[in-house]
């Protein structure tokens, strides 16, 4: 197997990274996840653009046009001829000797790997708990950054407690998963967090919000409370790699247990007839 380093494609046991790249001092980069059905990348210009939006917002250059880091990672993906899985880039801000304050002279470092990996469809199938956690993380929840240590404590938290995600609420606000968007399903219609500063934009979420205005499915785009899943019908999480799971049940900060899943499961039929 191949990675992406250094301009090149290398094979992975003889790639490095330099001991003084800001990523690994500051968590000074930005990444992405995308999914490879039958070797096709899907949501590919999607995902490329908030890429290019996350690099905007931290004053991120790419250090070559944005057409030629796509062409690199689909030689990537060729080469190690992936089937069913995902590909995973990231951009540092570049190697510097440690200082907070960055220089705009260095050369953003890119690095890209492959992996087989199938959809949890046990998941999909049998859903999963989920555990209600404080959302500690900074304001910039939008920024796919590599910064990722309030997901990782709360993903650490959900399996420590039996459960599979985290359910992320700013006081009695749901916000979303660990790396996952969340949605509530009630009386019909499917409530979402708004995509501002509190929560990553999910291309998987985007994608089902298209899904459901062209099935009719009422869509809003309004942050739901604890109080309110309460009185939910449905929950369920979306990502890259999860697509759409069904929450059974919420423990932690709130106790709730799901009665149904039905939209869910149409949205989720839904999903694999069209992600092909
Ligand atoms: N996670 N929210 C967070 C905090 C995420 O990290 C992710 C993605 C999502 C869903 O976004 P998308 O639909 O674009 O995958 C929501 C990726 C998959 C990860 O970190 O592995």
Known sequence: ???????????????????????????????????????????????????????????????????????????LIETNKVHNGIIYMQMTRGVQERNHLYSREITPVITAFTKEEDVPSHLQEQGISLRAVEDIRWLRCDIKTINLLGNVMAKRSAEDNGCHEALLHRGPTVTEGSSTNVFMVKNGVIYTHPADNYILKGITRQFIQKLCIEKGIPFKESAFTLED????????????????????????????????????????KTFQERKL
């Open 229 to 268: 899943l309460r009185g939910a019908d449905e929950l369920f999480i979306a990502s890259t790699s999860h697509e759409i799971v069904p929450v059974h049940r919420v423990s932690g900060t709130i106790e709730k247990t799901l009665p149904s899943r039905e939209l869910t499961d149409e949205l989720q």
């Open 1 to 75: 197997q191949y990675v992406w380093i250094h301009d090149t494609l290398t094979p992975q046991e003889e790639a490095g990274v330099s001991f003084e790249d800001r990523g690994y001092y500051f968590g000074d980069g930005i990444y992405e996840v995308i999914r490879l059905y039958d070797g096709k990348p899907f949501l590919w210009e999607e995902h490329f653009e908030r890429f290019t939006r996350s690099a905007a917002e931290l004053d991120l250059p790419f250090p070559k046009p944005l057409e030629n880091i796509k062409e690199d990672m689909l030689h």
